[in-house]
Structure formats: C-alpha cells, structure tokens
C-alpha cells in the first residue's frame, strides 16, 4: 500500500519517458506504450476508490516533510485526470497522425503523460512543497502541450505560461509566509497553524493562494489566457486543458478553503455577507461574473474551439461558485460540476475535434451539414451540448441544480440570477455550435467527408455515454464526494442512486423519472408519427427561397454572425476588456524599461566610468556623514 | 598627511582623466595617475618620519623607528601588475585605432545596452 | 398501476384539449377584436387533421424529422411537471428549477429540425427564437426566485398548496405576478413578440420548411406550449385551482387578457425585445425580489 | 610520500601548466589544447581529496614559505571555498574539453595559457587567506580575463576588452586602497587576523576601506551599477570564456565580497545597504535581458540578474539566506556555463548571435536544444530542476523575516523571475516550435563540444533528482560562515 502511491505517481513520468524510447523503435511500440501506461495509472487510480490513505512521506525538503495522500476527493480528481489522460491518448493515435515529423510526435506524448504525471502528483500531494512543484511541473509541461500547433499557438501559450508563473508565484508568496510560520508544510500542520493565526496573516495567504489557482481555474478577470490557449492547442489537448487542468485551480480551492481553513474558522475571522465569509463571497461573485461574461463571448465567437473555451471559463464559474458556497450542498454540487464539465466539455472538445480532423477548419461559417456525413459524432455532440446546457436528465443539470438549490437556501439571489443567466446563455451558444457544425447547408467540398476512425469514436462514445450515466446515476459520483466531504467535516447530504430525496434542498429530485418520462413520451410520440403517412427524402437545394434556385455553389445558409442582434444588445459589455488593461501595463513595463536600459547602458565608457565614481562618492559622503546613509 | 593628499590628488586627477578625456591614450595615462597615486599611498602609509630601512644593518636600531617594510613590498607587487594592466592598455588601443581609425572614446561605442 | 398508466396517457391529453380549446378560442376571439365573423370554432381541428393525413410529407432528413418528435415528447414531459388539481404527478421528482430546464427541451428539438433545413428563414428564426428567451429568461428567473423564496419551497406543488384559500401569490407579490405574466406571454411569441415567426419577413421563421403531419406536429407542440406557459403562471400566482373546472377558468382569463393584448401591439425588432425585457420587467421584478428579501 | 590533499596544489600546479602551455609549441603544436585539461582534471582530484579533509576538521589551512600565519601567506579551504573550488575546477576541466574542438583560432597557446591563468586566479581567489593576496588573485583574473575578451581582436571583442580594462584597472586600484586602508587600520593583511583585529574599530573607521573593496570587488561581480561591462564583454569573448566568466568568475567575485562583509563589516545595518544593491542587480539585468536581440548579451544580462538573486539571498542575513544563496550559486554556475557552452556551439552552427536565427534549431540539434532548455529551465526556477530548490530556499528565507521590506523584495524578485520567464521562454519556443523560413543546413553540434555539454547537464540533473548532499553541504557552509566558525577553526588550526 506504501509503496504503490509512489507508484501512481510514478506511472506516468516513466510511461513518458518510456514513450518517448519507444518512439525511436516504432511508432506503434509509442502508442502501445503510451496507451499501456495511460491504462495502468487509471488501473492503480481504481484501487484507491473510496479509500483514505493519510500520508506516507516521499521525502523531506528544508525541514518540512515531503507527504502523499489520497481520499475520495482526491480520488475524484484522480479519476478525471487518468480517464481524461487516458482517452486523450487514444483519441491522439488517429488524430495527431497528420504531423509528419515522429520527433514531435514522440515528445508529445511523452509530454502528455508528463502533464498527466503532474496532475496526479498535485492531487495526491499531501503537503503545500509537492503540490506546488507539480503545480510548476504541469505548468510548463502544458506549455508544450499548447505550443504544438503554429504561429498563433506560440503567442497563446506564450500567454499562458506568463500568466500561469505569475499565478504561480503569488502561490509561492503564500506558501513562504506558511512555511516561515510553520516549518512544515503538510495539510494538517498548515491547518493547525492557521488556527492560531492573526486574521490578516490568514486573509493574506488565503487570498495569494487563491490567486494562484484563479489563474489556472481562469477566473474572471485572469482568465485572459484560456480562450487563446484552449482553442490553439492541438484538438485532443483541448479536452485536456479544459476539461482537467483547470479542475486543478478548483481543486485548489477546495483544498484551501476546506483542508487548510475550514468554514467555521473563516467565519470567525472575517465579516460574512449571507452567511458566508466575505472572502468566499467575493470568489462567489467573480465565478458568477465568470460565468455571465463569458457566456456573453462564448454567444459572440465564430470559432468552435475558442467558443468552447469561452464556454469553459463560463462551466468552471459554476464549480467555483459551488465550492464557495461553503454549505455542503453546494461544495458537493461544485465538485460534481467539476466532473460532469470534464466530461462534456471533454466530450465536445474531442467531437470537436474529431470534425476538425476531417474538414480541417473550426471556423463555424465554413462548416455545416455534415450530420448527414459524420451522424456518429453529430449524436455524441448532441449529448454534450445537452449536458452542458444542464437539460435533464443528462449529467450537467443536476451538478447545476446542486449548486442553484444551495444558493437559494443561502437566499444569493443575485449570484443565482447571474448563474441562471449564463446557463440560458449556454442554450445560445451551444446550439449555435451543433446548427454551424452539423446542420444547415453541406459545403460542397465536404461532399466526401467519412465519420472519423473507430480509435477517435471509442473516446467520444465512451464520454457520450458518461453524460447518460452520471445524468441518471449522480449517486454514482455522490458515493464518493459525500464520504470524501465528511472527512473535511461537512454533514453529509442526503442522496440516493437517482437523485435527492426531500429535504436535502429545497425541491426534490430524482432523475430517472425524468430520463423515463422523457423516453416513453419520445417512444409514444415517435410510434405515432410514424403511423402517419410517410414521407419523401428531398435534396437540401430543394428549399424555399422566395422562388430563387439554389445551386451548390451558392452559400445562402445563414451562420455567420448569428447572434447579430444579439451583439448589438450587449455591446456596451463586449466593448470592456480586461485584457486591454493589461496589455497597456505591459506595454507601460516595455517602453518604460527600454527608454531606461538604454539611457543606463549607452556604450559610453565615460559614463561607465562615472558610475564607478559615484558609488564612491556616496560611500565618502557617507563616511563623512557618519556612516548614515539610510 | 601631505604625502596622503598628494596621494589621493593623483587617484583624484586619475578618475577626472578617465571620465572627462575623450582620448584613449589620456584615458590610459589616467589608469597610470591613479596606479600612481595608489602606490604613493601604500608607501606613504608605511612611511615613518625620520625612519630607517626595515634592516637590522646595525645593532641598536628601534624597530619602531624603522619603515614598515610590508606596504613597499606590496608596492613592488603593485607596480608590476599595474605595468602588465598598462601594456594590455595599450595593446587595446593599438588595436582600437586599427578597427576605428580613431582615438576619440565618444566614436568607439558599437557596443551599447 | 393501472392508475398510474391512466394518468399517463390522460394527463397529456387533457393538456392536448386545454391547448386546442385556446387556440380555437384564440382564431374567434381575434376575429371580434377586429370586428370580423371569423372562422368556425373548430377550423383549428380541420387544419391539424388536413395537416396530419396529408399524403405527400417531405424531408430534408432524419433530424428534420425528429426535431418535431423531440419537441413534442419534450413538451409532454414538461406537462407532468405542473400540478393540476388533485394530481401533483412528477413534482416530486423534478421541482420548479428542474421544470425550467425541462421546458427548454421542446425548444431545443425544434430548433434542430429547423436547423437541419438549411433554409436560412429558418435558422434566422431560431436565431431569434433563442434570444429572445435569452431575452424574457432573466426576469423569469427573478420571478421564479422571489415565488421560491416567498413560499420557502421549490416544490411546484408545495407552490400551489401554499396559495390555497386564496392566497394567491397575485395579492402578495403582485409586481411579480405583473412581469410573470409578461414573461409568459413573451414566451407564446404574441405581438409584439412575434419577430421569430413573422411570416412577412421570414416566412414563419423555423416553421417555414415544414409541412404535412412535421407541420400537425409543430401544431400539436405549440399547444402543449401554450398549455404549459398558462398553467405554469395559474400555479405560480393564481394558486392553482381546487378542480379542473376553476382551473381551465382561470387559465382562460389568463389567456383571454393575452389575446386581447395581441392585438393592441406592433412588432419589436428582437434586439429591442431583448432590451424591453431586460429593462421594466427585470427592474420590477428586482424590486419585487428585493421586498421578499427584506420581509 | 606528498599529501595531495593540500590547497596550495590548487593553484601551484595550474600555475605550472600556464608556463608549461605557453612554451609548448617550442615541442608540440597540440600540445596546448591538452594541457589544460590535465591541469584541471588534477585539480579536481585535488579538490576532490580535500573533501574528506574538510568534512573532518572544518577547514583546511596551508601556509607558504615556512612561516606561520599572520606572517606567513595562508590558503584557507572551508567548506564554503571548498565549494567554490570544486564548481571552479570542473567547470575548467569541462570547458577545457570544450575548447578542443571549440578554439580554432591563433596563437592557440596563448589563449590555453591566459584560460588556464584564468581559472587559476578565480581559484586563487576564492582560497587565499590573505587580503593583498587576494588583490593580486583579482588582477591575474582580471588580466588574464581582459586578454581572453578581447581574444577575437576584431572590432567588439577590442572595444569589450578596452571597456572592461578600464573598469577593471580602475576596480583593481580601489580595491587596494581599500586594502590598504584596512592593513593601515589593522595592522596586518591575513583575513583571520584581520577579523579579529578590526572587531575594535569603529563601524565608521572601517567604513570607506570596505565601501572601496566593495567597488571594487563589486565592477567585476556585477553588482549595478558597476557592471556596464559585463554584457558588452560576454559576448565578445569566445563562448567557452564567457562561459567561465558568467559562470565561476563573477560569482568569485561575489563570494569575495560576502567573505569580506562578513570578517569585517558584519553590521545588520550594512546588508540593508548591499540588499538595495542586489535587488537593482536584479530588476536592470533581467530587465535588459528581455530586450536583448542578441543571444549571448541576453545569457549576460541574465547572468547579472542572477547575480542580484543570489546576492540578494546573502543579505537576507541569516543560515538560510547564505544556503540559498550557496544553491543559487551551484544552479547558476553549472546552467549557465553549459547555456554558454551550448550556446557558443549553435553559433558556431547558425554563424549568427541573433536570436531570430536560432528559430527552428529545437529540430535540428536536438541534443543541444534539449540541454538548452534544462538550462533554462533551471535558472528559471522551474520543478525538478535544481533552480527550483534554491529559489525555493531564498524565497522560503526571505520571507522568514516578515517585514515589509522583504516582502516587497520577494515580490520584486518573484517579478522579476516572471520577467526571466518570459525572456527564455520566448527563445525557447522560438527554438523548439519556430519553423525557419528557409531550409538551413543546420547539423548537431561536433562530438568535442556536446561531450562537456552533456557532463554539465547530467551534473545539473543528477543535482536535481538528489539534491540532499547538496542541500546538506551548502547548510553546513552556511553556517559555518554564520556562525563565524571557521574563524576560531582557522585559529585552532593555524597556531596563531
């Protein structure tokens, strides 16, 4: 049992490294690999299920021990990031084929077992060292990740690194100040050493560390780097990034809010707005102002991929809005959110993917009609947006429903009107998505379009069909979210294998009547549409046009700007960009360092030269004013 | 104390040279004035008035009456160095007016920030 | 178990009848404003069975075909989510939010079989259609809150019984009432929220390459709509009814009011839809949000 | 039988090589290229032997001539020099192998003899126990550095070496006034006798000899504003000289100024003074760093950004500062050498210094590349590297002292490292995702050059995935000088 969280941890950075060997055999000794070893770490994940390992210690660094841990909650992040991992390698084998240069091939996967390897050592660190460190590690090893594909992509994950050290640093402030207090950073001794804590030390590194983690989470406003990362990145990272490694951010928090500080500490130590600490409250309304703005992008966008990522700043809005809530539902609702948004988001990342794969575009105004030819991941794309607008009884409504009960039982009903705004706003952009991509008008070039390769199905389908089983079941997930809340002390809620009894929340729930009601009215409804005369196939040229005819060539399908006049409703918010603020302080730092390097450095010898005499002369000056220089 | 001033007179006139003179061979003169105005000031701060050799030549001399010997062999060490750092000087002019075609400090700034 | 098999076919059929009757009123009622005759009582059910036995259908693809069925098997499951009186049906497995969600689904199957049309007066329309219940959703939800929170339940039927001996919602929130019942009726899509269909303009919008029983469909669809919006704002703020009769009475009234309504306005450009709702209705309702809070 | 195991052979045999190098094409044209390898392949078994030696007593004392100290010149290796000695000769012993295949330019035995007198005033440097001596080990370094800058003899190299000369010398005289104040002051010239002797006198007695030792010692460890020099200088001199400048030289210089505060000036006031110092080290060299276009001026400025960091970690005044200051030294010295060294081999290939001509070279010298970017990685700060530990420990110190002041110069410096980030990261994804626009033939650096590549860069990895022996002996240096212990070590052991 020691020995095999070292292994987990272990799996995948040998498996990268394996991979990569592997790669200067054969390209299929990788992928073998790759897959084996992706496959092995979901095998060792399993066996932790529902488990509480405290701590064995790896190492020690600086007095302060190096300690692993695992409990249902890492569990949960766990078993998103091996899954994820593991179906983003399969559906890489078919879908990176296209890059002809195997070098490049051989260190992405490497890189992506890499980033997988660090993604499970965050969750399983048990102190604030081994977290941080493959917080770095993930950090870069995802900056080659994005990096892969082009120009743009540079400047994205230029982007995305910059933005990710600078969270990262604010993190490590926190975590020196911890360590400077405490000398030892495990969980519990952090936790214990918080207790006794001045308020003002607590709010400071409580709010540094949180910093950290908006970056990654893309928190509005430090979201800035999402939207240009997650849609460059090449289309099996995407699920990735979106649907994985922004999870860590919300992980984080969780571990901050719950493990290091618990509720009733942060109550007693600062002012609480709704019976919530004020701290929470602010990270509530920035993931509810995350999840309005970024849905009015999302709305706004022409690029499937970059309408995703808007789409996720707007999802991961709701975990975090669901971990700050701070009562037990809620956190839950957040953590299952967490899940669900991996599975959908990773799922339409992927379909996504599988489509830019064949047409080799994701610019939505070029696409269209291909249902006909790609019905396979029409169907999986369908579910996902499903999921995603939270329609039952698909799995992304009952996170959501989780999440909007406790926050009326915590009568926010501001962050809960905001929250119901953007999860309108998703029926907008989501259908959006499916009407560019799959309905309407074929282009002609796309005549010959197949659906993809059975090994790029397999992935899709087997997270088409998660959204229906999570959807049904949440009991499923809530097994093991509720036993791991308890340890954090939360009163478990109450739950069964459907949904929520009375009493949990304010309503009731129980999801299987839905999906049941649901499949018998579309089986009724479907028998008795078919008792009525048939009907005829006609051509999709074959269409009212106010009597003109359409020719192929002819693009008369209306999806470009398709939310015109929608845009002009929201113009005024569209036009403010945080992203601009910054640029101008970046520019700001560049002219202002430029004009002084080269007013400092100006080749002259002479003023080099009198450098040295100055430093001088303040020194005698000093000495003549008694050696009070400061 | 005069010997003290004259010393950092020299190291004074050196830093004003090599700041102030545009032309290469003064910059290297001034190098030279304040290697100068050093070594005067290590021997000065040896020097005792009225001394004698550091050398028991002859019984019945008070060694707190003779020279500290130390600082004049520090200085010999000095000058030595100070008379390889001169030639290399000079060396990188020669090789200076060569590349540039000129002495004048001001034109020699290819390389900057 | 028979019971329960004889509520499940029932209940959508009386749902079904509701909607006919209203749209049969709603052709005579139209035709009085405009001090015509109009059309007999039941033209309605002439044009739906015309609609659903006619022998040439076309297609332009199984999802063209399946949207209709989505939709309307969408609506169904809405209609055992709103108690009626003396059957609280689904309430229990699905509350108010869940009900939110649920009435989204007939919208979503319709706007795929129009979208997979190609026809751009279809996707125009749906473009429409989705913006403007971006647009009436925001003061929807603050309505649907401050019931929640008036009545500490989002239990539909907890709602309804709440109200019982005529405390209806109508009297103590009535600012609320006010912009549910302007929401609701932005939600039927009447003048002068009518952009999405507006025949002249983009021939009827999503509905204008359908046709034959696709069309009988859409129809039957629309009146399960109707019925569902009703009875959706009677349960909310008229306190449901003691029997059927009181509650057809009452979502007649409701509906009576809206068609006279109908024809006193013109057409909102659906961006000015988007603002009108986002402007009075929302401010009022906020308004009303705020004194449940404060009480 | 001679004890090998005796500091003093640390600088008299390489001496003896310079004489042996600078003759040697009287008998062997090659003979040059190999001797300094020799030179410093026996210096290394020396520092090596020294070792045990260290860890038992302390320290490790050798006088000169017979006499006992403070008569006599002493060598003093403790733990620290140590330290230093061993970064300093297999750096020489690595870059040595380097210039075999790296220096094909003439008169070749001239340019062994000042590398390897280079080397060996660095050393020197870093062991002697004698203030003037000191003096003298900082001209033969200066020296022999000017030389080898402007080696090439075309136009940069010749303004660099003129440039670097004149501060140089000016340095060089400063710090002998400087001295000299301090042997007027005192009375004597040996560091242990001065610590103790200089403990009487007044903070302002002894303050404008140590301000002028600091400028001195300060222009050639590019501390700013003294350090205008250093970029115009690294690029100009040949790859594996800048190399050994960036990496061991001015960290010397560094290290002797942290021996001098703390014999002589161990005020807390002071390292307030010398904080304000590193921390403008660090903002102008990182800063200038992100503009430059030319690759190695970057490495140079980047260098003296480093210089503030670890500078920066000494004045934080405490065990761990001085632990994380000694960890930033070892992660700067052995990445930024082989940075130099990698680096000086892709110019050799690409014929340019231009960063903009190094896109698309990740693909075409892979190994190099690969290098590179640990390198980078490393001086970063980015986990599992080495670099990762050290600012882990500078950072973990500073903030030990929670005051508003290092506070702000954590943020300050974490700021800055955002700026060395972006600055390497822009080179490396130019390099490894870059696609250059026409096809260039392009091959792997020669065998010669890679081989020391590659030991540098397993050292860096080997010290990354088991830094504890590191991290152990760089505690056990710390505080040693904290303490003050191998002063009365030095005591004991010298007889004094």
């Keep these: 049992m020691n020995m095999s969280l070292e292994l987990l941890l272990a799996t995948p950075f040998i498996g990268g490294l394996l991979t990569y060997i592997g790669g200067k055999v054969h390209r299929w000794v990788r992928n073998l690999i790759a897959v084996l070893f992706s496959l092995a770490t979901v095998g060792e994940m399993a066996m932790y299920y529902n488990t509480t390992f405290k701590g064995v210690v790896w190492g020690s660094l600086f007095g302060s021990n190096l300690v692993l841990q695992t409990n249902p909650i890492t569990w949960l992040f766990l078993f998103i990031v091996t899954a994820i991992s593991l179906l983003v390698i399969v559906f890489s084998i078919d879908d990176m084929k296209k890059e002809e240069d195997e070098i490049v091939l051989d260190s992405y996967y490497m890189q992506l077992l890499f980033v997988e390897g660090a993604m499970v050592g965050i969750v399983l660190a048990g102190d604030l060292i081994t977290f941080f460190m493959f917080w770095e590690i993930m950090s870069w090893t995802s900056y080659f990740l994005i990096v892969h594909g082009g120009k743009k992509s540079m400047a994205a994950g230029y982007k995305y690194i910059i933005m990710s050290v600078i969270g990262a640093y604010a993190m490590f402030i926190a975590i020196a100040m911890l360590y400077a207090k405490t000398h030892s950073l495990v969980y519990s001794d952090v936790a214990l050493a918080l207790s006794q804590a001045s308020p003002s030390f607590i709010i400071w590194t409580v709010v540094l560390l949180s910093v950290g983690f908006f970056v990654k989470a893309a928190v509005m406003p430090l979201h800035t780097w999402l939207p240009d990362a997650h849609s460059e990145a090449p289309s099996p990272v995407s699920p990735l990034l979106s649907g994985v490694l922004i999870k860590m951010g919300a992980y984080g928090l969780f571990i901050v809010f719950y493990g290091l500080l618990s509720v009733n500490l942060a109550k007693n130590i600062m002012p609480s707005v709704f019976s919530t600490p004020i701290l929470l409250y602010i990270i509530q309304w920035l993931a509810a102002l995350s999840i309005v703005l970024a849905t009015f992008l999302a709305i706004m966008q022409e690029d499937a991929k970059r309408l995703l990522a808007y789409s996720s700043v707007s999802q991961i809005g709701y975990v975090v809005l669901g971990l700050a809530t701070g009562t037990s539902l809620g956190v839950a609702g957040g953590l299952f959110h967490a899940l669900n948004h991996a599975i959908f988001k990773g799922l339409l990342f992927l379909a996504v993917g599988a489509v830019i794969y064949r047409t080799g575009t994701r610019n939505m105004s070029e696409l269209g009609g291909l249902v006909k030819k790609m019905p396979f991941t029409f169907t999986a794309l369908l579910l996902g947006i499903i999921a995603l607008a939270g329609v039952p009884p698909l799995n992304g409504f009952v996170s959501k429903w989780m999440i909007y009960e406790a926050l009326i039982q915590k009568k926010e009903v501001f962050l809960l009107i905001m929250a119901f705004v953007g999860s309108t706003g998703a029926f907008l952009y989501v259908y959006r998505l499916i009407h560019s991509l799959f309905l309407g008008q074929l282009p002609e070039k796309y005549e010959n379009v197949k659906d993809v390769p059975i090994l790029m199905q397999i992935p899709i389908w087997i997270l088409a069909l998660s959204t229906i089983v999570y959807g049904i079941f949440p009991g499923l997930a809530m097994d093991v979210i509720v036993k791991g809340m308890k340890l954090f002390g939360f009163t478990p809620i109450a739950y069964n294998l459907f949904g929520f009894p009375e009493g949990t929340a304010m309503g009731s729930l129980t999801v299987i009547n839905i999906a049941a009601v649901l499949m018998t009215a579309f089986v009724a409804v479907f028998i008795i549409f078919i008792l009525f005369p048939k009907t005829r196939q006609v051509s999709q040229y074959d269409n009212y046009a106010s009597g003109q005819e359409l020719t192929p060539d002819f693009k008369y399908n209306y999806s470009f700007g398709f939310y015109m006049s929608f845009g002009r409703v929201i113009k005024p918010i569209l036009s403010m960009s945080i992203e601009r603020v910054y640029n101008y302080w970046i520019d700001a730092f560049k002219i202002f360092g430029d004009y002084y390097m080269r007013r400092i450095y100006t080749g002259n010898l002479e003023t080099y030269n009198s450098y040295i005499v100055i430093v001088v002369t303040i020194a005698a000056a000093a000495v003549l004013l008694g050696g009070k220089l400061w | ?113 | 178990m028979v019971s329960t098999i004889l509520i499940a076919i029932c209940v959508p059929l009386l749902a079904f009848a509701i909607g006919l009757t209203f749209i049969m009123f709603k052709l005579k009622i139209t035709a009085r404003v405009q001090r015509r005759y109009g059309p007999p009582i039941i033209q309605p059910i002439y044009n739906l069975l015309k609609l659903l036995l006619k022998e040439d259908n076309i297609s332009h693809g199984v999802i063209f075909s399946l949207g209709p069925i989505i939709a309307l098997a969408g609506s169904i499951l809405a209609v055992f989510f709103i108690p009626i009186p003396g059957l609280n049906l689904l309430t229990g497995s699905g509350d108010l939010i869940a009900l939110l969600y649920i009435m989204a689904i007939g919208s979503l199957g319709m706007a795929l079989g129009a979208g997979n049309t190609a026809n751009p007066n279809a996707s125009i329309g749906i473009s429409r259609a989705l913006t403007l219940m971006f647009g009436y959703d925001l003061p929807l939800v603050i309505i649907v809150i401050s019931v929640i929170l008036q009545y500490h339940t989002t239990n539909l039927a907890d709602i309804v019984a709440a109200q019982a001996n005529g405390h209806w919602t109508l009297w103590t929130l009535p600012l609320s009432a006010i912009v549910g019942f302007v929401v609701t009726y932005g939600a039927l899509g009447e003048h002068p929220f009518d952009i999405i269909t507006a025949p002249h303009e983009v021939a009827t919008g999503p509905m204008v390459e359908y046709g034959g029983k696709h069309l009988g469909f859409l129809m039957i669809n629309h009146m399960f709509h109707i019925y569902i919006e009703i009875a959706l704002f009677v349960d909310l703020f008229l306190g449901g009814a003691s029997n059927l009769f009181w509650f057809y009475i009452k979502m007649f009234g409701v509906f009576f009011i809206m068609m006279l309504c109908d024809e006193v306005f013109l057409r909102f450009k659906i961006d000015d839809a988007v603002r009108f709702f986002w402007k009075w209705p929302t401010v009022v309702a906020l308004i009303s949000l705020i004194i449940v809070l404060v009480k | 039988m001679v004890n090998l195991a005796n500091p003093i052979l640390l600088i008299v045999i390489p001496l003896l090589f310079v004489f042996l190098i600078a003759f040697s094409s009287a008998f062997s044209k090659s003979a040059a290229k190999y001797l300094p390898i020799i030179a410093f392949g026996i210096n290394v078994v020396v520092a090596m032997l020294l070792v045990p030696e260290v860890l038992k007593n302390g320290l490790v004392l050798s006088t000169t001539a017979g006499f006992k100290p403070p008569i006599a010149i002493d060598m003093i290796v403790d733990k620290l020099a140590l330290f230093l000695v061993i970064i300093a000769s297999v750096l020489g012993f690595v870059v040595s192998i380097y210039n075999v295949a790296y220096i094909d330019e003439e008169p070749e035995e001239k340019f062994y003899a000042l590398f390897t007198l280079l080397i060996t005033g660095i050393i020197w440097m870093i062991i002697t126990g004698d203030l003037f001596n000191l003096f003298v080990a900082f001209e033969v370094t200066s020296i022999a550095a000017f030389g080898l800058v402007g080696f090439h003899r075309d136009k940069g190299s010749v303004e660099a070496g003129f440039k670097y000369l004149v501060m140089g010398a000016i340095g060089g005289s400063l710090l002998l006034v400087g001295i000299i104040m301090l042997y007027a002051a005192t009375g004597t010239l040996n560091i242990i006798d001065v610590a103790q002797k200089s403990a009487e006198l007044t903070f302002q007695q002894k303050f404008l000899a140590y301000a002028l030792i600091f400028v001195g010692l300060g222009i050639e460890g590019a501390l700013f504003p003294l350090n205008a020099w250093l970029p115009d200088a690294h690029p100009a001199a040949p790859s594996s000289v800048s190399s050994i400048l960036s990496g061991i030289m001015t960290t010397a210089a560094i290290y002797a100024i942290i021996r001098i505060t703390n014999i002589i000036f161990d005020y807390n006031q002071i390292y307030l003074f010398l904080m304000f110092f590193a921390l403008l080290t660090l903002i102008f060299g990182e800063i200038a760093a992100y503009y430059q276009k030319d690759i190695k001026r970057m490495l140079a400025y980047s260098t003296i950004g480093q210089t503030g960091l670890f500078f920066f970690a000494f004045t934080i005044h405490s065990t761990n500062g001085l632990q994380g200051a000694f960890l930033q030294i070892i992660n700067h010295s052995v990445s930024k050498s082989m940075l130099f060294l990698v680096v000086g081999a892709m110019i050799v290939q690409v014929g340019s210094r231009n960063i903009e001509d190094f896109v698309g070279l990740g693909r075409k010298m892979k190994v190099s590349s690969f290098f590179l970017a640990i390198g980078m990685f490393s001086l970063m700060g980015m986990p599992p590297f080495f670099g990762f530990w050290s600012k882990l420990k500078i950072i973990f110190a500073a903030l030990q002292h929670s005051n508003a002041l290092m506070i702000g110069s954590v943020v300050i410096i974490l700021l800055m490292s955002v700026v060395e980030g972006a600055y390497f990261f822009k080179l490396l994804q130019m390099m490894f995702f870059g696609k250059a626009e026409q096809d260039r033939e392009i091959k792997e650096a020669s065998f010669g050059m890679l081989v020391p590549v590659v030991i540098l860069g397993f050292i860096l990895l080997f010290i990354s995935f088991y830094p504890t022996p590191v991290l152990d002996f760089a505690h056990q240096a710390a505080s040693d000088l904290m303490n003050k212990n191998y002063i009365n070590l030095a005591l004991k052991l010298g007889g004094l």
């Design chain 2, 1 to 113: 104390m005069s010997y003290y001033l004259g010393s950092f007179l020299l190291i004074a006139i050196g830093l004003y040279t090599v700041i102030i003179k545009k032309n290469l061979i003064k910059i290297v003169i001034g190098l030279n004035f304040i290697a100068s105005g050093v070594n005067l000031l290590i021997v000065s701060i040896g020097y005792v008035k009225n001394g004698t050799a550091p050398i028991f030549s002859k019984i019945g001399i008070n060694p707190s009456a003779m020279v500290d010997p130390i600082p004049q062999a520090l200085t010999l060490t000095a000058i030595v160095i100070d008379a390889s750092e001169l030639a290399l000087a000079v060396a990188f002019v020669v090789l200076l007016y060569r590349h540039y075609g000129t002495l004048d400090i001001k034109k020699i700034r290819s390389l900057k920030w």
